[in-house]
């Protein structure tokens, strides 16, 4: 199975400030990359596809870039509903694996 | 807009069986990749299972093979994950999510609400 890691676990930040997430997988998946992000108690949401390609609705702070098995995904300035757990997840091979998630919380 | 609507969770004893129902709209249903995603509490996301569109097709995580089914009945628009021989590990919050196309691996685009299925002795 392809293993998916992220870093960081957690960070702090502030409204306003550029976040970025790192996902790597443990072998090579191309750009079949998902990032999901979910709230508390609430369902996940589809961010990004493709590594790269947003999802409808998605707003253009978010941004996602990679391939092969290094990713990452980046909120160029964070604001207050964007606090949340970021998932990446590899969807090139059943089973499709996520990473451990990145908490993203206020400092 | 997607729609997606599960149904079916509890609390169970080891060992028992549940089933667990997606409701599906707004889209064409049969035409799709439908998925079961799993999340223990305070764990993260956790693939369970894949069926195809056409149902021809269908894929487990190492940890549910043999003890769960999944299905899908096209002409109810309705997704289907039947659940065997429970076990403590299986407690979570059980979502359906829609994948992008027919068949293969698949990005996915929408997601339910989850159903939570506890299972406790």
């Known amino acids: 199975d392809i293993q998916m890691t992220q870093s960081p676990s957690s960070l702090s930040a502030s409204v306003g400030d550029r976040v970025t997430i790192t996902c790597r997988a443990s072998q090579g998946i191309s750009n079949y990359l998902a990032w999901f992000q979910q709230k508390p108690g609430k369902a996940p949401k589809s961010l990004i596809c493709a590594a790269s390609s947003l999802h409808s609705g998605v707003p253009s702070r978010f941004s996602g870039s990679g391939s092969g098995t290094d990713f990452t995904l980046t909120i160029s300035s964070l604001q207050p509903e964007d606090f949340a757990t970021y998932y990446c997840q590899q969807y090139n091979t059943y089973p499709f694996t996520f990473g451990p998630g990145t908490k993203v919380d206020i400092k | 807009e997607v729609q997606l609507l599960e149904s079916g969770g509890g609390l169970l004893q080891p060992g028992e069986s549940l089933r667990l129902s997606c409701a599906a709209s707004e889209f064409t249903f049969s035409s799709y990749v439908m998925s079961w995603v799993r999340q223990a509490p305070g764990k993260g996301l956790e693939w369970v299972s894949s069926?195809?569109?056409?149902?021809?097709?269908?894929y487990y995580a190492d940890s549910v093979k043999g003890r769960f089914t999944i299905s899908r009945d096209n002409s109810k628009n309705t997704l289907y994950l039947q659940m065997n021989s429970l076990r403590a590990e299986d407690t979570a919050v059980y979502y359906c999510?829609?994948?992008?196309?027919?068949?293969?691996?698949?990005?996915?685009?929408?997601w339910g609400q989850g159903t939570l299925v506890t299972v406790s002795s």
């Open positions: 069926v195809s569109g056409s149902a021809d097709s269908s």
């Open positions: 999510a829609k994948g992008n196309r027919g068949r293969g691996v698949v990005y996915f685009d929408h």
